[in-house]
């Protein structure tokens, strides 16, 4: 599938459109970007170079018509633990780590979009990922306070250590940084309320206007950005470094392309337009391979720029060739004023963008629902406890572990007629409804699989044991689509303990996939009348079994 037009956008040109949303973007993202290179602790063209690659990249190859693909929030943070932990404090092995791991992060976008892992970011649970982001955003912002008060940085992502490290340097806290960066931040909220005014562009302006008494004063500037410096290529990592590379490497590629297929797939429904998960992940991929080459920040589809493009205006993929030019210029032309930029400007710049991260009424839906609240409550724990890359695995494997203990918990409801009709209910949730006499219908309300098959069967022998005088037992499999092994063994066995107590079993409404397992196993107890009942009325009113069955006591 391809992203398509709307009827309306084939109709006139939109051109114009395009190119008021590309320069929109650029003045948008360009301070972004610079203030994103501070968050992955990389010089500030790296956020550049990985903003330019990321917008002409997609908009050559991409099918999105609003997706923005730049460096993004959650996975700068992620690149600065990862150098971290392979180069230690060194800034130049750093540097040359991060453009190794943005570049292993590219190939494994291409290896999952060859293999066609499109749906890879489902393993990403929506909670899970509401609950890290706003883990991550409670990190960064604390990691971002000290350039907002002029003070020396705090190191690592362990909030309780960070909040100590903030303690110890407030009495250092230089007054006018922290009266540049408190302005700047009441600006861009104050400009959320005016659409057409880029707040971080006037934040922008005015600090560079005002860099020369903010230097004199003792306050930092962005310093030299150079686009052309000679980095060489990405080294291989060191013997004893592969393994965790490839983690980190595997870890960009989850929380980007989570964070991207969410908001490419967002605005795709919301316009109509089709999406091709597969495609984005091999475009994701060479975006992130030419990036980590060029030493550039990883690169995803951000949800603030993508929204930002929508909302100026952007009717096509040409927006994003626009605002890739417009960088290049931009830069080119403004690079002087650029490096301008206080420290205090940038670090207000990416606190109001995590700042929507923040807000507690993305909880209230899992708390309203009674569905997920201890997985979103684990995946912010794990972040502000374990630190970013860690509490990012930890979240997906715990939210993983209750996936199973849901599945693995034997839930087997026994159904009963409702009102004398054709329909089969639980009985305990439905009081009104009836048992058929000489008969019980059982239904698993998880999928039958190795983990829960014999519990689950278990309870159906309970179940027959407080009976007499049974004829008959239904099962109904509505919910497997398939059967492993182990479930068909304990259906055998099943099938062959009640046998042996004179009972027929017969097998409702079971999917095709489960339906030829079972005929391949070919069981006396089973004969394939008892398989094809494609509802539990077709099995209540079926004829008896012409299979022998023993007689025995059911007790």
């Known amino acids: 599938m391809s992203t398509t037009a709307s009827p309306a ?31 992955a602790n990389l010089p500030p063209q790296a956020g ?64 999952a979009g060859a293999a066609r892992l499109g749906g890879l970011s489902h393993l990403i649970a929506r909670p899970v990922l509401r609950g890290y982001t706003f883990g991550l955003a409670c990190v960064i912002a604390l990691k971002q306070l000290p350039h907002l008060m002029g003070v020396a940085d705090v190191h690592g992502d362990f ?63 962005t310093g030299d950005i150079r686009l052309a410096a000679d980095l060489g290529w990405p080294t291989l990592p060191q013997s004893g470094q592969w393994l965790p590379s490839v983690e980190l490497a595997a870890a960009l590629l989850l929380i980007l392309y989570a964070e991207s297929y969410s908001s490419i797939r967002g605005f795709a429904l919301k316009h109509g337009d089709t999406v091709n998960p597969n495609r984005d992940l091999l475009v994701l991929g060479v975006a992130n391979v030419v990036s980590g080459a060029l030493h550039g920040m990883p690169v995803g589809a951000g949800y603030s720029g993508t929204s930002a493009n929508e909302a100026a205006g952007a009717q096509s993929r040409l927006a994003g060739l626009i605002g890739a030019a417009a960088v290049l210029v931009l830069v080119l032309i403004a690079l002087p004023w650029i490096e301008r930029i206080p420290q205090p400007v940038l670090a207000a710049i990416v606190i109001h963008a995590v700042s929507k991260s923040l807000r507690v009424s993305v909880f209230a839906p899992y708390l309203r629902w009674h569905r997920d609240r201890l997985v979103l409550l684990a995946a912010v724990v794990a972040v502000l406890s374990l630190g970013i890359l860690n509490g990012l695995l930890c979240a997906i494997a715990f939210s993983l572990v209750m996936l199973l203990r849901q599945l693995a918990t034997p839930r087997l409801s026994v159904l009963g007629r409702l009102a004398d009709g054709h329909d089969f209910v639980d009985v305990e949730q439905h009081p009104g409804a009836t048992q058929v006499p000489g008969m019980l219908i059982v239904r698993p309300e998880e999928p039958l699989f190795f983990a829960n098959a014999e519990a689950m069967l278990a309870q159906a022998r309970q179940r027959v044991e407080a009976c007499h005088g049974l004829k008959r037992v239904v099962l109904s499999l509505e919910v497997s689509p398939d059967l492993d092994g182990t479930s068909l063994e304990a259906i055998g066995d099943f099938a062959t303990w009640l046998a042996a107590r004179g009972i ?52």
């Not at 929109?24 to 360009?30: E, P, V």
């Not at 909040?163 to 250092?172: E, G, H, K, S």
């Open 159 to 221: 909030v309780p250590a960070l909040i100590l490290q903030l303690a110890r340097v407030l009495p250092q806290v230089n007054v006018a940084a922290l009266g540049a960066g408190v302005v700047a931040l009441l600006l861009l909220f104050a400009c959320e309320r005016f659409r057409k005014l880029p707040g971080s562009l006037v934040v922008i302006a005015l600090g560079v206007a005002a860099s020369g008494w903010l230097s004199a004063h003792g306050v930092g500037l």
């Open 9 to 39: 956008t084939k109709a006139s040109p939109t051109w114009h459109l395009d190119l008021v949303a590309g320069l929109s973007i650029a003045g948008l993202l360009i301070p972004e970007a610079v203030a994103y290179s501070g968050i």
């Open 48 to 111: 550049v170079i990985a903003l330019f690659v990321g917008l002409a990249t997609y908009g050559l190859l991409g099918r999105s018509r609003y997706a923005i693909v730049s460096a993004t929030s959650s996975s700068a943070a992620v690149l600065a633990a990862g150098t971290l932990a392979l180069a230690g404090g060194s800034d130049v092995s750093r540097v040359a780590m991060a453009a190794t791991l943005v570049l292993l992060g590219g190939v494994c976008f291409l290896i």
């Open 504 to 555: 027929e079993l017969r097998l409702a409404r079971l999917k095709d996939e489960a339906r030829d397992a079972l005929t391949r196993m070919a069981l006396p107890q089973l004969p394939p009348q008892a398989l094809e009942d494609w509802s539990v009325e077709d099995a209540v009113s079926a004829s008896p079994s012409t299979t022998p069955l023993s007689k025995g006591n059911p007790q």
